[in-house]
């Protein structure tokens, strides 16, 4: 089973960055769509960046467009997102997803395999 492990959360201030890492050992990524979706407080999952296995097709959610970049390098095994202009609305634990959709990939449905999450905090 895969299990994708986030990394690169933390504290930053409004205006700031930060930039989050998902790999999984023992398994192959590169033939997966990858996803990353975050959830506040007493909110429901929400989608916000999306990538094809090979990397040449990616979507946001309107929210953090402009802002937040998603890549992947599938020889190293590992999807980024990148996220500048950080907002306080941007605080919340972000997940890492894995899966073989045929679908735009915004859903959470779409998705097979979850990492456990990482925390992303931003100070006004």
């Known amino acids: 089973q895969v299990q994708p492990v986030e990394s690169g959360g933390g504290l930053v201030q409004a205006g700031g960055s930060l930039a989050l890492s998902c790999t999984a050992s023992?398994?192959?990524?590169?033939?997966?769509?990858m996803g990353w979706f975050r959830q506040a407080p007493a909110k429901e999952r929400d989608f916000v960046a999306t990538?094809?296995?090979?990397?040449?097709?990616?979507y946001y959610a309107d929210s953090v467009k402009g802002r937040f970049t998603i890549s992947r390098d599938n020889a190293k095994n590992t999807v980024y997102l990148q996220m500048d202009s950080l907002k306080p609305e941007d605080t919340a634990v972000y997940y890492c997803?894995?899966?073989?959709?045929?679908?735009?990939?915004?859903?959470?449905?779409?998705?097979?395999?979850w990492g456990q999450g990482t925390q992303v905090t931003v100070s006004s």
């Open positions: 997803a894995a899966g073989r959709t045929v679908g735009r990939g915004v859903g959470v449905h779409e998705y097979d395999y």
């Open positions: 990538i094809s296995w090979s990397g040449d097709n990616s």
């Open positions: 023992g398994y192959i990524l590169s033939s997966y769509r």
